[in-house]
């Protein structure tokens, strides 16, 4: 295994008709692309967290694709989220979870009262290697018409990410459904 250079690069979500510009004149990434590139270049582990989630995100277009074929080629996906985000997940993805595909996470904090939200804390790490941190929801919103700005790291950075995940799981911050 090669060791992943660190490195990272701004990341933005922008409405239109700005987002060209600002994308350009910033050199940044746009939020929805850089989500897609961590799940295809996935391997073995995809962790997915978002407060929100919109059910389209991970039923239709790229990022869906991306994400059913990260599981059909054996990746084992995390995702953290709210309770009633996960209410709203497909009946597909949910027995991707009975298959064991799928591991379902919830703030603790969040489950003990549906008006505490727990975590609004928005990643999306591939592998270890590589990590998306931003303000973006994973809704249809959040990648395509708010003004949203995270990064992508790698090396690591990212590597730190996930064993902060590790700890937040050890520590039941987040609990595993």
């Not at 073995?44 to 990260?70: C, I, N, Q, T």
């Not at 904090?109 to 591939?126: P, Q, V």
Request: net charge neutral.
């Amino acid at each position: 295994m090669t060791e992943c250079t660190d490195s990272a690069e701004l990341v933005i979500t922008a409405p239109e008709p700005y987002g060209a510009r600002l994308a350009y004149d910033t050199a940044a990434r746009m939020t929805l692309g850089v989500l897609t590139e961590l799940v295809v270049g996935a391997r073995k582990r995809l962790v997915l967290a978002s407060p929100y989630l919109s059910e389209d995100v991970f039923d239709v277009g790229v990022l869906a694709a991306s994400v059913h074929a990260a599981l059909t080629r054996g990746v084992v996906i995390e995702l953290a989220t709210s309770s009633k985000q996960i209410q709203a997940l497909s009946p597909s993805l949910l027995r991707r979870r009975e298959a064991g595909q799928l591991a379902i996470f919830c703030p603790t904090a969040n489950l003990e009262s549906d008006t505490r939200l727990g975590s609004h804390a928005k990643f999306c790490i591939s592998d270890s290697s590589a990590a998306y941190l931003g303000s973006a929801n994973f809704t249809t919103p959040g990648l395509a018409g708010h003004l949203e700005m995270g990064v992508l790291v790698r090396g690591r950075l990212a590597t730190a990410i996930s064993a902060l995940w590790d700890t937040l799981k050890e520590l039941k911050v987040f609990a595993a459904l």
